[in-house]
Nanobody, 121 residues
């Protein structure tokens, strides 16, 4: 059974930090590109950061650059998102996603259930 379980969310003051974790099971984690998305109330889900299967290549949304760091530990089947200098506009439900391109036109994708991050004083 495939599972992606996020943790580490919570309430933090502006300027604070949080570290999100996403523990994977039920599939070959090391083959998948892992990403963090977020969805704020009334807004569409948006990509925050992604990391290649081997961990060497990362990409960030402009809003995350310089403040967030994505990393992964393939031995633990876990992906992380370190979030620093948090702002109220970072408030959202954060989701992790696993993607594997099985062919040019087909992908295998899994989503976690999300973890709430609230940035407020």
């Amino acid at each position: 059974q495939v599972q992606l379980v996020e943790s580490g969310g919570g309430l933090v003051q502006p300027g604070g930090s949080l570290r999100l974790s996403c523990a994977a099971s039920g599939f070959t984690f090391s083959r998948y590109v892992m990403s963090w998305y977020r969805q704020a109330p009334g807004k569409e889900r948006e990509l925050v950061a992604s990391i290649a299967s081997a961990g060497g290549t990362t990409n960030y949304a402009d809003s995350a650059k310089g403040r967030f760091t994505i990393s992964r530990d393939n031995a633990k089947s876990t992906v992380y998102l370190q979030m620093n200098s948090l702002k109220p506009e970072d408030t959202a439900v954060y989701y992790c996603k696993a993607v594997l391109m099985v062919s040019a036109f087909k992908s295998s994708e899994y989503w976690g259930q999300g973890t709430q991050v609230t940035v407020s004083s």
